[in-house]
T-cell receptor, first 115, second 113 residues
Framework: KAGVTQTPRYLIKTRGQQVTLSCSPISGHRSVSWYQQTPGQGLQFLFEYFSETQRNKGNFPGRFSGRQFSNSRSEMNVSTLELGDSALYLC??????????????FGEGSWLTVV | GENVEQHPSTLSVQEGDSAVIKCTYSDSASNYFPWYKQELGKRPQLIIDIRSNVGEKKDQRIAVTLNKTAKHFSLHITETQPEDSAVYFCAASSFSNTGKLIFGQGTTLQVKP
């Protein structure tokens, strides 16, 4: 069974640009969530999508957005990039049912550098 | 709000010793507590998890304990090996937010040969 796949793995963008990251969840998983990892702030939850609907949202500005497609693949977009957006962006997938403790699996991440 | 505190931030042990990492959560609705190991430049990998209806869970050299009354949970690694060196994260989620993990700040474990 293939794991969570993220593309691109590495990218460099200029301040003010926008970026789109892609995530393919594990087959059969309907929940996709996104996290930002930085040395200073650790792992922070961005948002979660389940059945094409945003189910949870973290405390990030509106420049961070996402969507999920009918095949559960997800994209996240960051507009008007700032230097502080440089981070590892991790996608995670799970079955997503509303019962105790969905096991969540992470992708390898997309390393974003903003210059 | 939701918060998970993790201690210590760094931990150095000799090979063969035990290591203990502790976490405290604030949201009383939390009912799922996974632990992830992250090696440098790699993805966080789930090593063990525990649900609120269980007080302790073991998997070979790794064990996790949960005290719901005190809102504490801990990771115990016995007979540590150099390959256990990594950053360990605790996390918590709740029944109403199963896809949202709140992470602790991480513990850098160094196992000296």
């Amino acid at each position: 069974k293939a794991g969570v796949t993220q593309t691109p793995r590495y990218l460099i963008k200029t301040r003010g640009q926008q970026v789109t990251l892609s995530c393919s969840p594990i087959s059969g998983h309907r929940s996709v969530s996104w996290y930002q990892q930085t040395p200073g702030q650790g792992l922070q939850f961005l948002f979660e999508y389940f059945s094409e609907t945003q189910r949870n949202k973290g405390n990030f500005p509106g420049r961070f957005s996402g969507r999920q497609f009918s095949n559960s693949r997800s994209e996240m977009n960051v507009s008007t990039l700032e230097l502080g957006d440089s981070a590892l962006y991790l996608c995670a997938s799970s079955l997503g049912g509303t019962h105790s403790g969905n096991t969540i699996y992470f992708g390898e991440g997309s390393w974003l550098t903003v210059v | 709000g939701e918060n998970v505190e993790q201690h210590p931030s760094t931990l150095s042990v000799q090979e063969g010793d035990s290591a203990v990492i502790k976490c405290t959560y604030s949201d009383s609705a939390s009912n799922y507590f996974p632990w992830y190991k992250q090696e440098l430049g790699k993805r966080p990998q789930l090593i063990i998890d525990i649900r609120s209806n269980v007080g302790e869970k073991k998997d070979q050299r790794i064990a996790v304990t949960l005290n719901k009354t005190a809102k504490h949970f801990s990771l115990h690694i016995t007979e540590t090996q150099p390959e256990d060196s990594a950053v360990y994260f605790c996390a918590a989620s709740s029944f109403s937010n199963t896809g949202k993990l709140i992470f602790g700040q991480g513990t850098t474990l160094q196992v000296k040969p």
